[in-house]
């Protein structure tokens, strides 16, 4: 028992239900900001262990939590998103009155997500998605008063149990197979009995696995969710939907297939790389005919996952050092993105709709390089974040042999770029005459770092490539199990 | 021979009292159909030597969520089925040949499997006892223990908030 | 001095000095933008002056690592293929500005300013980029300015033709994208190790099937950035709506990046594949040449003819390069020079009509030498290099593509010449209906089109760039020929053309061959 | 030296025109004229010293090339701008920059009144130094360049007037039947290039008896020579372009259209006899194409009632006599035509100038007549040159005429075929200049006379006419029958002694002499009663043939044939081309994808129904998918 | 194990499907709930089987989580489902779809 190593999720889970608890509890007005101040320090401390954590693997728990540069790179990525949507709800007016239940609540979906890249074990995984899981359920309906949050909130609430009980009946069949729940004896098992790589029995474990965890990641056909999720949901809650879930669903994706059954890869790669063919294009092709910008980056968000996958299904750790380089890229394009469409929300009525970013970047330029450099870094213009990690990608589908995959992917990409540039047209246009400039409000600076910073990591994560890719080298390698 | 007629019995309970969940068009009587079905999984559960498992299945499962679902159900009170011709009807055709392959790869994926043990299960083992079932608990899984308890706190949370709107809502019309 | 990096740079950084100026500082957007470009004129005055001539390789070569892990580095240079081309941006750009300066748009005229400024460092990047990635890098960003400026201060319909500029430009783009990933894997095999660099990959034997393969990757995206017949669709809309400078812009430079693409990555690294797409293509191109003169015959206004007109030029281009013969090489590296040259003043020459009697539209133009009689002169000196009169600096180039031409493949020769005659028909036609004739179409006999001082400032520097090239030539092929030959060798020797054809011989024999990607586990 | 002085009589024509043309605004007549007159007029000295020096050295030691610079130096083909000077191209210098003299002095009065005084005199320089520059020129890159820029001059001459819409459709018209003649050369060019490596006169004269004798190669080269020459020269049947020519300025056509330009062609092949000789049948395919147009254009002239039109298709004629000849290989014949030529065709249209000024731009033979009265020096011109061309003896068209024809009778079968038409051709010379003669000259004026009366010309048009008039006499005589043959002897070291080499002999010169006048007197003698002796006989008898007449009016129709089967269909296809096939397919790639991908995304959009229930469906249906691919990809593996 | 494992997995099989059956037809949000029930506890009869056949407690766990879990979304279900459909009259699912496309 090595407790020091599960030093994070004990400091996740203190700050959760302390942010929890301090929501139930009346507290003075001048300690409104209490539950938001501590699940930043505790974002902040867990970032800081991380550091410090960097290195061999650790185990915890009898193995069922592994703390490996996999682990706290993957950490880094959720607490980065977690820490934005904080930042992101600061004030948000929608939210009042559920402040000090959304802070804890999003503490809490960031620790399930925490958990799930971290485990070593089916169970633990399974209670690291489901935490992050009911969390969200809770976060989408939060704005009881809004019938579409409601409406969002159930939608996710059904779908996700199927999910749930997918993923539940798959991982029952994996342990059926190997007569283990631990993510290091199901690899071991698999390497050393002969002949279980093409089990049947295996291959429809692996089915209903892939398909239980595409539904999280929003992969097609099980993404239709997606669009009227996002779109319900609270602008903030979407974000982190957009990039923790996507980030806990692609961990675990990485943990079980190129960690745990990469003996079994002849199983799962054509089959993770349909799924990403099917992804790239539906999601491509769903998002031009939007006009409301959540529920186009909620179909963006499902094509990117289809990128995403790639890394995957090569099922090599020049796969997984892809996507976790692109990930990173994914989560501050998608968060700078949110940042503007949230800051034009508290601005005029129904701010997500694209007409209303009509001749922003006029009203407010420094808001329009960042959307314009998101939307272009998104549709994988060089040389930005999105590009590098979309060459990295595509190069380790033809490494892998798997050219088709990039040759799709390359295809799918010319689709993006007609909605991603929409909006910089938009944004650059002339502005609507009626909802130009209704509300001008400070802006808040909260939101502003978020859109600042994802910009400069946009173009920073470019420049500096290399040093982050060393990094998701080290953190790639440590999925496999020795 | 005791252990195949029990499995026989549960296995037609819990099929026909699921076929009832999915096809009663009563709410109430699906809910109560329902508890047949966790009661015959309970069943299945004691022939798999796990009494815990049962226990906790029938206390857990049947008596409190499923009795909370018939709160619900009679609190939202006689709304009765939907008689509106469904606009998803052709959608169904689809629905269906997906079980149906479903079902079909499934089948094929259990019969041919060759995936069992080395060794035979013992006859008889006491994993399943209250006892082991503890001791995992607080032995290898630890930590799920745990953190179910986050879940659970989760979840009383967001009851909390949804409740505090459906007062909200009550008071306000 | 890192010479050729800082030709990148300092409109790089032009360009973000005027992106935060803001709108109404219109002077000082003037002054930055003129400082600017002609930093970058001198800059790449010096890149010429210190060019080794007698060196075939990349020289002035600027590495830094940028993605070691990934083979991806910043390397930039100059060659005997892109040199004057870098010339040719950094003029080209400087008198774009200074036209866009004159006339600056009302609505943020900064920013105008900025894009050109960051298209030109794209193209320059472009063009001396060594690395495959930042090949691309630069080959995809340039779309942004463009499309940029087209959205912005384009015709009516800019919307739709700036997203088709670039979906189309992409659809290929991002296929090369594929190809050049799969080429620097395949080249690992045999050098074993990661690199984008193009030179590292020239002389790496793909063996013929993966050989066409990538180079059939790579040709779609030059074939639609070139473009080649039929993936010109977007060439006339983006002609037409975009602003006349911009216009200019495209069609004298970054016209240029596919054809250079060709000689620069084509014909170098696959020799073995061009064998079975050297027929294939040049029959394109030729379509293209008949095709692209037709239309410019018919067509409805100037913008569109000129257009069309570039449709042909460029297939000759094409052409030159594709059949791997050393003149034709020649001629073709010098004929995108010409024809920057030429398609620059044609544009401007459009540009002064337009403005000076507010239509393009041909058929509602005529007689215009009356009252514009200087403007009618540099006309007819644009024409008739256009048409490639001989003794034009564009004949030059003509003539040598296409005798290396005959002397490959007689035939292509021969219905290229097609091109040649139908050139005198449109451009006669686009000549005579707008300055001879009838006074048509305006109520000053033109004089508000006439040639001041501000346009001569643009059309004389051309002009006197036409005549130059006219006289002598030789000072111009003289730098290309080192490397030229260097990059086609290759591709002769897997073509078995008689020895005495080939410049230098390639030593290859160092190399392994390498295994076929789909072959590997 | 003789090089040095040729590159200056090149240059100094070049420096006039640019510094007309760049001159801000319209400098004073006088300083025009002092620039355009006075340029000419050096080259003319100078090209005469030139002569001169070369007469003073040996025949064999006449033969100058001289190099500017290494113009290109291109994948092993060196081209250097460099100049040959031999007996040919002095020769011809003589003739462009004398006529042209001559031609600018007239211009200086013939344009006073034009608009454009210094573009017509910039044109004009620039056109005697293309010219000098086609002949001059020392590879065939430089011939082409020379070949295409006096193509340029001619275009803009042609268009001089241009808000006239016919001088702009004949400038267009010119300019592209020369390109077509322009892409023959540069195929020609081609093709020595490969064969020989070279493109240096020198060398590819002197390599062209490797190519091997009547060899396809050596053909091919002949006859893609010919098609520039006939575009250039107005053969058939690339000849249309030079009637219209006619809308430029009558000085222009005296020079570029009658004494010089239109000649190139005849110059091209004595340049490139080396070729010719070594294929007898492209020689005699040049011989019958000339023949042929000497004939046809004989006849329409017949028919022409514009006056400068019926000199443009005399001038078709005329050629083709040098065409055919030096198309059989007599070289020294052509050239000596050439000259003679270019003096009595430029009297001529320099006294129909007169003409034309004096009755204000009146150009119609049918309001015409009795005009000796008024216009003595045109008369003496006319008449000239009407009698040099008629071939009556004495005059330099009977000489050269009968140079030609008696070398024709020499040269087998095809060259007696020749000699028959050019008999032919005679008479009707003879019939049609005769005709303009007296319609003009003589009867009686116009109904209601000359309002005003005419204006005899002033000294600057009158001095070239009646010199041109005097030359179109004595001309002749530099080469006579029977054993004077100064043209011949000059040219000897250019076209040499060869089996190819055509000559008169005196057997065939008698025959050809007697044969020849009794033609020429007889088609003088038949115009003087069908026009000359009684106006009136011609309009009753103009029911006579009335269809055969009107084809020759029609100009045996090649315009309406190349527009019906080349420019009508050309423009529909392009039609077709812009308006079905871009639309379908090049812009279709981009419509049709576009609507694709728009069908796509619909249905996407339409399955997202919004009702959950619909989203297990598909992930039902996908989970089935899944297991399908998955156990067909483990089926495909095992 | 008298019965085979594989009559416990077709069971379970035959209930997951029955349960994705009822996700498809039931148009009340409730039986949607209860359907998903089944499906879980198909899992969990998997669960229980496997661990009988690898004489494994972590099956066992296993399922005992799951159930938890399966209580701690039918609390927030329930809670939805009653936020949701108070104020209306019909029950019925497919009137939830104000965002779609």
């Known amino acids: 028992m090595n407790a020091g190593a599960a030093l994070t999720l004990y400091v996740m889970a203190a700050v959760t239900v302390a942010a929890i608890v301090l929501a139930v509890v009346p507290l003075p007005a001048s300690a409104r900001r209490l539950p938001e101040a501590i699940g930043i320090a505790g974002i902040v401390a867990t970032l800081a262990i991380t550091v410090t954590q960097w290195g061999e693997r650790q185990v915890a728990f009898n193995g069922e939590l592994r703390i490996d540069r996999f682990g706290l790179l993957m950490t880094w990525v959720i607490m980065i998103a977690a820490l934005a949507t904080l930042l992101l709800g600061w004030g948000e007016p929608a939210a009042a009155g559920r402040r000090r239940e959304f802070t804890g609540l999003v503490l809490a979906a960031a620790t399930g997500m925490m958990l799930t890249v971290m485990s070593g074990d089916l169970i633990t995984l399974f209670i690291g998605i489901e935490l992050l899981s009911v969390s969200l359920y809770i976060l989408c309906a939060m704005e009881v008063a809004r019938e579409r949050s409601l409406e969002s909130g159930l939608k996710y609430l059904i779908t996700g149990s199927i999910g749930t009980a997918l993923l539940v009946y798959g991982f029952a069949l994996l342990y059926g197979v190997t007569g283990t729940t631990s993510l290091a004896g199901i690899a071991t098992r698999l390497d050393s009995v002969g002949g279980l790589a093409s089990d049947p029995l295996l291959i429809a474990a692996i089915v209903l696995i892939v398909v239980a965890l595409g539904f999280k990641a929003s992969a097609v056909p099980f993404h239709m969710w997606t669009p009227d999720v996002y779109q319900g949901a609270p602008t903030p809650v979407t974000a982190f939907m957009g990039t923790g879930t996507k980030a806990a669903a692609m961990g675990a994706f990485l943990l079980l297939f190129t960690g745990a059954t990469s003996q079994a890869s002849g199983d799962w790669r054509g089959l993770i790389g349909a799924l990403a063919v099917a992804t790239m294009v539906v999601g491509n092709v769903g998002a031009l005919l939007q006009d409301n910008v959540k529920r186009m980056l909620a179909w963006s968000s499902i094509a990117q996952a289809g990128y995403l996958l790639i890394g995957v299904a090569v099922g090599t750790t020049a796969g997984a050092e892809a996507l976790i380089y692109y990930l990173f890229a994914y989560v501050a394009m998608t968060l700078a993105a949110f940042a503007i469409v949230i800051l034009r929300e508290r601005e005029v009525e129904d701010g997500d709709q694209l007409t209303a970013m009509a001749g922003y970047g006029r009203a407010r330029p420094w808001a329009g390089v960042v959307m314009t450099l998101a939307m272009v870094s998104l549709a994988g213009f060089p040389p930005f974040a999105g590009f590098v990690g979309k060459f990295l990608l595509f190069g380790s589908a033809v490494d892998a042999g798997m050219t088709w995959l990039a040759i799709v992917g390359a295809v799918a990409s010319v689709i993006s770029v007609v909605y991603y540039l929409r909006v910089v047209i938009v944004m650059w246009g002339p502005p609507a005459d009626d909802r130009s400039t209704v509300r001008r409000l400070r802006v808040p600076p909260a939101v502003a770092a978020v859109a600042v910073t994802g910009a400069v990591a946009i173009v920073g994560l470019a420049i500096a490539a290399q040093p982050m890719l060393d990094v998701c080298a080290d953190a790639a390698r440590a999925l496999i199990i020795p | 021979m005791g252990e195949k007629i029990t499995f026989a019995v549960a296995a037609i309970g819990a099929l026909g009292f699921g076929t009832g969940v999915v096809f009663f068009r009563d709410a109430f009587r699906a809910a109560v159909s329902l508890i047949g079905t966790l009661l015959s999984v309970a069943l299945l559960f004691i022939v798999l030597l796990a009494p815990f498992a049962a226990a906790v299945q029938v206390i857990v499962y049947a008596g409190a969520i499923v009795v909370m679902f018939l709160f619900v159900i009679a609190y939202l009170g006689e709304r009765g089925e939907v008689t509106t011709p469904d606009r998803l009807d052709r959608w169904q055709v689809i629905g269906w040949l997906g079980v149906i392959g479903l079902g079909a790869f499934g089948a094929v994926a259990v019969l041919d499997s060759s995936s069992a043990p080395a060794e035979a299960a013992p006859a008889t083992t006491d994993v399943g006892t209250p006892a082991s079932i503890g001791d995992a608990f607080l032995s290898d899984h630890l930590l799920a223990f745990e953190v179910t308890s986050l879940i659970l706190l989760v979840a009383a949370v967001g009851a909390v908030i949804l409740a505090r709107s459906a007062a909200q809502g009550e008071g306000g019309r | ?521 | 030296m003789a090089t040095a002085l040729a590159w200056i009589v090149l240059v100094v024509p070049l420096i006039s025109g640019i510094v007309l043309a760049g001159w801000p605004g319209e400098p004073p007549h006088a300083v025009t004229r002092l620039l355009g007159i006075g340029s000419i007029l050096i080259s003319f000295a100078l090209s005469v010293a030139v002569f001169v020096g070369l007469l003073g050295n040996a025949a064999d030691d006449r033969s100058f090339t001289s190099s500017a610079f290494e113009w290109i130096s291109i994948a092993g083909t060196d081209v250097d701008l460099s100049i040959l000077v031999d007996p040919l191209s002095v020769m011809m210098m003589l003739i462009i920059t004398g006529v042209g003299f001559l031609i600018h002095l007239y211009s200086a009065e013939y344009m006073e009144r034009d608009r454009d005084y210094r573009r017509f005199f910039a044109s004009m320089n620039l056109f005697v130094f293309s010219m000098l520059l086609l002949v001059l020129a020392g590879n065939f890159f430089f011939l082409i360049v020379g070949w295409a820029f006096v193509g340029l001059a001619s275009y803009l001459l042609i268009g001089f007037w241009y808000e006239r819409p016919a001088a702009v459709a004949a400038a267009k018209k010119a300019f592209v039947i020369n390109v077509i003649g322009d892409v023959g050369l540069v195929l020609a060019a081609f093709l020595i290039l490969r064969e020989l490596g070279t493109l240096d006169y020198g060398e590819a004269f002197a390599g062209a008896s490797g190519l091997g004798a009547n060899s396809g190669t050596v053909l091919a080269i002949c006859l893609l020579l010919f098609v520039g020459a006939a575009a250039k020269s107005a053969q058939v049947p690339l000849h249309t372009w030079l009637p219209d020519a006619m809308e430029g300025p009558t000085p222009v056509s005296a020079l570029i259209h009658a004494a010089t330009m239109v000649t190139a062609g005849v110059y091209l092949i004595v340049r490139c006899h080396a070729f010719f000789d070594l294929s007898w049948l492209a020689g005699d395919i040049v011989a019958v194409v000339g023949a042929i147009t000497l004939l046809m254009a004989a006849t329409v002239a017949l028919q022409q009632v514009d006056i400068k039109r019926v000199l443009a298709w005399s001038t078709v004629s005329q050629v083709g006599y040098m065409i055919m000849a030096v198309g059989l290989g007599a070289y020294a014949s052509g050239m000596f035509m050439l000259m003679a030529h270019a003096f009595y065709k430029a009297a001529l249209f320099l006294a129909a100038g007169v003409v034309i000024h004096a009755l204000h731009d009146e150009q119609s033979l049918d309001r015409m007549g009795g005009l000796r009265k008024y216009l003595r020096v045109a008369y003496f011109g006319m008449g000239a040159g009407c009698l040099a061309i008629a071939g009556v003896p004495g005059f330099a068209g009977f000489f050269a005429k009968d140079d030609v024809l008696a070398s024709a009778l020499n040269g087998g079968a095809i060259g007696v075929f020749c000699w028959v038409v050019g008999i032919i051709g005679a008479f009707l010379t003879a019939l049609y200049m005769f005709r303009l003669l007296f319609r003009a000259f003589f009867g009686p004026e116009p109904a209601g006379g000359y309002q005003p009366a005419p204006h005899p010309s002033r000294w600057w048009m009158s001095v070239p006419v009646v010199v041109l008039g005097i030359l179109s006499i004595v001309g002749g005589w530099l080469q006579l029958p029977f054993g004077w043959t100064e043209i011949s002897d000059w040219l000897l070291p250019v076209t040499g002694e060869g089996p190819a080499i055509v000559e008169p002999t005196h057997a065939t010169e008698v025959v050809t002499i007697i044969v020849s006048v009794v033609m020429a007197l007889g088609g003088i003698g038949l115009a003087w009663w069908l026009f000359g002796a009684d106006p009136e006989r011609r309009i009753r008898l103009a029911a006579i043939a009335r269809g055969p007449r009107a084809v020759m009016d029609d100009a045996w129709r090649f315009d309406e044939a190349y527009d019906d089967v080349f420019v009508e269909p050309g423009r529909e296809m392009a039609d077709v081309m812009l308006t079905r096939v871009e639309p379908a397919g090049p812009q279709g790639i981009i419509t049709g994808t576009v609507a694709f991908v728009r069908g796509a995304a619909r249905l996407v959009r339409s399955s997202q129904s919004g009702m959950v229930r619909a989203y297990a469906f598909w992930m039902v249906l996908g989970i089935a998918l899944a297991g399908i691919v998955a156990a067909l990809i483990a089926a495909g593996g095992s | 194990m008298n019965v085979p494992i594989e009559a416990y997995l077709m069971l379970s099989l035959a209930l997951l499907a029955l349960g994705l059956v009822g996700v498809m037809r039931r148009r009340n949000p409730l039986m949607l709930l209860l359907s998903v029930e089944l499906m879980l506890n198909a899992g969990n009869v998997s669960l229980i089987g496997f661990s009988r056949l690898w004489d494994d407690p972590s099956g066992q766990v296993f399922a005992l989580v799951v159930m938890v879990v399966a209580a701690a979304e039918v609390v927030i279900g329930l809670g939805l489902v009653v936020a949701i459909f108070r104020s209306r009259t019909r029950l019925d699912v497919d009137e939830m779809s104000s965002m779609r496309g």
């Open chain 3, 1 to 521: 001095m890192p010479w050729v990096s800082l030709l990148i740079l300092v409109p790089l950084a032009a360009a973000v000095v005027l992106g935060v100026l803001p709108a109404r500082e219109r002077r000082a957007a003037r002054g930055v933008a003129l400082i600017g470009s002609l930093a970058t004129l001198a800059i790449s005055i010096i890149v010429v002056a210190l060019f080794d001539r007698d060196m075939a390789v990349m020289q002035q070569v600027d590495h830094l690592d940028w993605i070691p892990a990934a083979g991806v580095s910043w390397d930039v240079g100059v060659d005997g293929i892109s040199l004057w081309l870098v010339l040719l941006t950094t003029v080209i750009f400087t008198l774009g500005t200074i036209a866009a300066c004159q006339r600056l748009p009302e609505r943020r005229g900064p920013a105008f300013l900025a894009l050109i400024m960051l298209a030109q460092a794209a193209l320059l990047g472009l063009f001396t980029a060594g690395d495959l990635i930042l090949f691309y890098v630069f080959w995809e960003f340039m779309l942004i300015p463009f499309a940029l400026l087209i959205w912005n201060w384009g015709g009516d319909d800019r919307r739709g033709t700036g997203m088709i500029f670039v979906v189309y430009t992409m659809a290929g783009s991002l296929l090369m994208l594929v190809a050049i990933i799969a080429t620097a894997l395949t080249a690992m095999d045999a050098t074993g190790e990661l690199s984008f660099l193009i030179r590292d990959m020239q002389g790496v034997a793909f063996g013929e099937a993966t050989s066409t393969l990538l180079l059939a990757g790579f040709l779609i995206a030059f074939a639609i950035k070139i473009p080649l017949w039929p993936f010109h669709g977007w060439l006339p809309r983006a002609y037409s709506q975009a602003p006349i400078v911009v216009t200019i812009l495209l069609a004298a430079v970054m016209s240029k990046a596919g054809v250079y693409g060709l000689l620069r990555i084509g014909v170098p690294v696959f020799p073995e594949g061009i064998g079975n797409l050297l027929i294939p293509v040049a029959i394109l191109a030729l379509i293209g040449i008949v095709y692209g003169s037709l239309l410019a015959w018919r067509a409805p206004t100037m913008r569109l003819l000129v257009g069309y007109s570039s449709v042909a030029h460029l297939g000759f281009i094409v052409l030159g390069i594709i059949v791997i013969d050393r003149m034709a090489a020649q001629g073709a590296v010098l004929q995108m020079i010409n024809h920057g040259i030429v398609a620059a003043a044609a544009f401007a020459v459009v540009m002064m009509i337009s403005r000076g009697t507010g239509t393009g539209d041909m058929d509602r133009l005529g007689g215009l030498a009356k009252g514009a009689p200087r403007l009618a002169v540099a006309f007819l000196f644009v024409t008739m290099a256009a048409l490639a009169l001989p003794g034009s600096n564009a004949f030059v180039g003509e003539f040598f593509i296409l005798g290396g031409v005959f002397d490959q493949y007689a035939w292509m020769a021969v219905i290229a010449m097609l091109g040649v005659i139908y050139a005198a028909v449109y451009m006669l036609r686009m000549y005579q209906g707008t300055m001879n004739g009838p006074v048509r179409g305006v109520t000053d006999d033109g004089r508000a089109a006439e040639m001041g001082a501000r346009d001569a400032i643009i059309l004389v520097p051309l002009i006197l760039m036409m005549v130059w090239i006219a006289l002598w030539p030789g000072s111009l092929v003289g730098a290309t020929r080192a490397s030229t030959d260097l990059a086609l060798a290759p591709a002769q020797v897997a073509e078995g053309r008689p020895v005495e054809q080939i410049g230098v011989l390639p030593a290859r024999a160092a190399m392994t061959p390498a295994t076929d990607p789909a072959e590997r586990p």
